[in-house]
């Protein structure tokens, strides 16, 4: 008997594992550098290079990339800024890992700590941890019809199933101009940036994929002038891009993760030869996953009136959506500032990064705790050096509402910061507010039996000839049509041609005819 099957494309992680880098390293300044006084504000990324894949094992190479904005040491004091990277080289043990599999690596920066050893030496400590894992695609293989065969009389079953539609590693490149307004000094030297991407909205429409949202830009820069104070230009950027998609169609279910990978920020000339012009471009790395939702009817059940059918069955995990949330947590905090004897005169720049402790199922929902890491960088009423920096970390605990999940669900989850902005209540304290996003994707797995063949043998004719030609059946609680049918070797057909029977339902104590094919 040969089956026509369909083939659900699903997605599951092979294995996954976690690593821990300590950084523990002198870093001496460069020649080019003055010589660092007091540190205002710091930051770091990881840059992944090469992963090098083995039997159980993928060598990680890149590095930690860490900025210092920071005062001069000396007569002559002035804001400069510097950068230096340490390299990475670590080994991750996964599980089953083979040549052919694709390692996924996210990274975390911790605890980044930059000390003074002396002016022209830095102690630079850092944890970065890394997640790794390896994604595979698995193709299930259900039976939907019987091909070539008279006379089999099939049991179905609707399931509702969801399945990986669509899968794409893709690049989008946002690029943006900001020009300095007109009361603004030329920009000379930038000293600080910050790119980021905020309110991003990914979707999937007809033949491919859709973004919007915010590039915001920070620039801190000088305009040459020793004696000039330096300037400060900060902007959000609405953007909208598209990326190439075949197959994709608007009613899919997408899981689009996006990583910003490079950014960078450069000073060009506007149409009268100024430099008034900054150039933003910021990478956006796309994992790209689009679910599609169906019901089938599978086969679970076969038998001839001639032939006996022994179906061959395996355990297969069937899923189905169980919900899409979209979650808004919303924060408030206060940021502790590092030289209160001073008045805060204006806030320059904020911004943050989500660091997400633990998830967990409870009773109708995922809750998700972590902490909200928050820089601003300010001016005080210090007209020598009034640039200083806060940090702060605001701790949460979310909700994200899931009815009915269970241990038999599984889910994705996604978080970004939506809004974010700083305010000055009054001259000493600066107020935070946060709104993050915390979308989760759940998905309810079932175990069934799904057909895998059919063993057929032919009958015993004794036993077919000691059966009578006709009965008279009872019917008991539970039973069906097709179970009665495949009992006294019948259709189903035929019995409710014999009783004149309107529809399948039954009721326990019926009285049937039965009569053998």
């Known amino acids: 008997m040969d089956f026509v099957k369909k083939i659900l494309h699903q997605i599951s992680r092979k294995s996954e594992a976690v690593s821990q880098i300590t950084f523990d390293e002198d870093y001496n300044v460069p020649d080019a550098r003055p010589d660092v006084g007091r540190m205002i504000q710091k930051k770091g990324e990881v840059t992944i290079g090469d992963v090098q894949i083995s039997e159980g094992k993928a060598r990680v190479f890149g590095g930690l990339t860490f900025h210092l904005l920071y005062v001069s040491d000396g007569e002559r004091r002035r804001i400069c800024q510097l950068s230096g990277e340490l390299p990475i080289d670590e080994t991750i043990h996964?599980?089953?890992?083979?040549?052919?599999?694709?390692?996924?690596?996210?990274?975390?920066?911790?605890?980044?700590?930059?000390?003074?050893?002396?002016?022209?030496?830095?102690?630079?400590r850092a944890i970065v941890t890394l997640h790794a894992w390896i994604e595979e695609l698995c193709d299930l293989a259900v039976p939907m019809e019987i091909r070539g065969e008279s006379d089999v009389a099939v049991k179905r079953q609707e399931y509702r199933v969801v399945e990986l539609a669509v899968q794409k590693k893709d690049v989008l490149r946002v690029k943006k101009e900001l020009t300095i307004p007109s009361g603004k000094p030329e920009l000379h030297e930038i000293l600080w940036q910050d790119l980021e991407v905020r309110g991003l909205d990914l979707r999937s429409e007809e033949g491919r994929g859709s973004a919007q949202g915010e590039l915001f830009v920070f620039c801190l820069y000088s305009d040459g002038e020793e004696d000039h104070p330096l300037q400060w230009v900060e902007q959000a950027l609405p953007f909208q891009a598209e990326v190439e998609c075949q197959g994709c169609i608007s009613e899919m279910i997408p899981r689009i993760e996006s990583t910003l990978g490079q950014t960078t920020l450069e000073i060009q000339p506007d149409?009268?030869?100024?430099?008034?012009?900054?150039?933003?471009?910021?990478?956006?790395?796309?994992?790209?996953?689009?679910?599609?939702?169906?019901?089938?009817?599978?086969?679970?059940?076969?038998?001839?009136?001639?032939?006996?059918?022994?179906?061959?069955?395996?355990?297969?995990?069937?899923?189905?959506?169980?919900?899409?949330n979209s979650s808004k947590c919303r924060l408030t905090d206060k940021l502790q500032m590092r030289v209160p004897k001073n008045k805060?005169?204006?806030?320059?720049?904020?911004?943050?990064?989500?660091?997400?402790?633990?998830?967990?199922?409870?009773?109708?929902?995922?809750?998700?705790?972590g902490v909200v890491e928050l820089r601003a960088l300010y001016v005080v009423s210090d007209d020598e050096m009034p640039f200083y920096a806060a940090e702060t970390a605001i701790p949460f605990r979310h909700t994200i509402e899931v009815p009915g999940i269970g241990p038999d669900c599984r889910y994705e989850l996604q978080?970004?910061?939506?809004?974010?902005?700083?305010?000055?209540?009054?001259?000493?304290?600066?107020?935070?507010?946060?709104?993050?996003?915390?979308?989760a994707l759940v998905f309810r797995r079932r175990k069934e039996m799904v057909m895998q063949y059919v063993e057929e043998k032919d009958r015993d004719p004794e036993e077919l000839q000691s059966l009578p030609g006709i009965t008279c059946y009872f019917v008991k609680p539970g039973d069906t049509l097709w179970d009665i049918a495949k009992k006294f070797y019948t259709t189903t057909e035929k019995i409710r041609e014999l009783n004149d029977l309107k529809t399948e339902n039954l009721t326990p104590m019926q009285q049937l005819l039965v009569e053998r094919v």
């Open 94 to 124: 996964l599980d089953g890992l083979t040549g052919g599999d694709k390692v996924c690596i996210t990274w975390e920066v911790e605890d980044l700590n930059l000390h003074l050893i002396n002016s022209r030496k830095l102690g630079v």
């Open 271 to 324: 149409s009268d030869g100024e430099e008034r012009v900054l150039q933003a471009e910021a990478v956006l790395e796309l994992d790209i996953c689009l679910y599609q939702e169906e019901t089938v009817s599978l086969l679970q059940d076969v038998y001839h009136p001639h032939r006996e059918c022994i179906p061959k069955v395996q355990e297969e995990t069937l899923e189905s959506l169980l919900i899409r």
């Open 344 to 369: 805060i005169l204006q806030i320059c720049h904020s911004d943050g990064k989500i660091k997400i402790d633990e998830e967990r199922i409870v009773e109708n929902g995922i809750e998700v705790t």
């Open 415 to 439: 978080s970004s910061i939506d809004q974010l902005s700083t305010t000055m209540p009054d001259s000493s304290d600066i107020e935070a507010k946060v709104v993050l996003n915390l979308n």
